[in-house]
C-alpha cells in the first residue's frame, strides 16, 4: 500500500478544511467499509485520508426535528440507526431495510455520511430513502445546501458532492403510518448486495392508491423513479390486474443494466414480478397481515 497521511480533526470544520475540492486523492472517511475495500483493489490511492471519527458527537446523533422529521446526523452509524426506538417506531421500513443491509460488522462501523456519499447504485437505502422524501445537508467551506436525496447521486458512483462538502445530516419526512415496503431481491444471502431493489410508498384514500412513490435500485447506474408507472397506479384499486400492468410498465420504463447479480433481462422479469409484491407487502404491513410471498421485505 503507498504511504498516505491520516488526518484526525476534531470538528466537521476543520475536516472540511483538510478536504481539497481540486484533488480527487484527498478523500473523507467515515466507517471506511468502502474505502479499504476500494484501496484494496488499487482503485483508490489517497494521498491524505480524513477520518470523521473524532468529529463532534452532534453529527452522530439521531433525533426528531421539531415538525416530526427524523434528523440524522452525517456519521450515524447504521447500526445506531438500525436499532434507534424512534427509527423502529415511526419509520419501519428503515430499520428492517438495515436489518439486510450488508452484516453486523460493516453496519457496526459504517455511517449513513460514508454509505450515500459512495453512491454505488447497489445500495438499499439510495430508494429507501428517496421513496420517503428524505433531504440530504452538505457542509462546506460557504456553510449549508439541502439536496432531495433524489438529486444526490448523478450517476455510476457519482454524486453532486463538491470534494470538499460532507453529508452532515440526512432529514426524512414522516413515514406517518403510510404503507411502504422494500424488497431486495439477492440472489445468495438474503443480506448479500441485491440483484434488484423496489422502494415503494403509498398514499391511500380508502382501498384506492392516491399516490405512490416508487424507486428501484441496482438496476440502472443510480436509484430512479418510475414516473409511468406510478402515474399508472395514482386514483387506482390494488387490484391483481393493475399490479400486473404496474410490473409491466416499470419493465419498460427502465433501461436495465446487467451487472455479475443479474443479468438486464432478470432484472426485467423481476421487477415484473417484485413491483406487485412491494405494493402488497406495504399493504399487508399496515392491515397487520402477512404478505404471503418468498422475498426478503422491510416494511
Ligand atoms: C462485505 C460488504 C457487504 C456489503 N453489502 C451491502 C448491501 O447489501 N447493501 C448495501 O447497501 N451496502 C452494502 N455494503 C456497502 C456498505 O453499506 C458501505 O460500505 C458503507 O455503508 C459505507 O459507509 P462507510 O461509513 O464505511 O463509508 P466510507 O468507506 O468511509 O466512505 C465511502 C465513500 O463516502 C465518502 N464519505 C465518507 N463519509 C462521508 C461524508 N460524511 N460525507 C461525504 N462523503 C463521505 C468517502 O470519501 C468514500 O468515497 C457492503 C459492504 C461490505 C464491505
Known sequence: MIPFELARPRSLEEAIGLLDPEDPDIRPVGGGTAVMLMMKAGVLRP?????????????????????????????TRLATLEHSPLVKEGWPMLSRTLRTLSNVRVRNVATIGGNLGHADPHMDLPPVLTSL????????????????????CTGYYETVLARNELISEVIVPPQAGRPAAYMKVTTRAAHDWPALGVAVVLDMQ??????????????????????????????????????????????????????????????????????????????????????????????
Do not use: C, F, W
Request: charged residues 25%; hydrophobic residues 35%; proline residues 6%.
Open 47 to 75: 494521498t491524505r485520508l480524513v477520518s470523521l471519527r473524532d468529529i463532534e458527537p452532534a453529527y452522530s446523533q439521531v433525533r426528531i426535528g421539531g415538525n416530526g422529521e427524523l434528523r440524522i446526523g452525517g456519521l
Open 133 to 152: 422524501g428524505a433531504r440530504v445537508t452538505l457542509s462546506g467551506p460557504q456553510g449549508e445546501r439541502t439536496v432531495p436525496m433524489e438529486q444526490l
Open 206 to 299: 380508502g382501498p384506492r392508491i392516491r399516490n405512490a412513490s416508487v424507486i428501484v435500485g441496482a438496476a440502472t447506474d443510480k436509484p430512479t423513479r418510475l414516473t409511468k408507472t406510478e402515474a399508472l397506479l395514482r386514483d387506482a384499486l390494488p387490484d391483481e390486474i393493475t399490479l400486473r400492468r404496474a410490473g409491466e410498465e416499470g419493465a419498460q420504463e427502465l433501461d436495465i443494466v446487467g451487472d455479475p447479480h443479474g443479468s438486464a433481462s432478470y432484472k426485467k422479469q423481476l421487477l415484473r414480478v417484485y413491483l406487485g409484491r412491494a405494493v402488497r407487502s406495504a399493504l399487508a404491513a399496515t392491515a397487520g397481515k402477512p404478505a404471503g410471498h418468498h422475498g426478503t421485505h422491510a416494511s
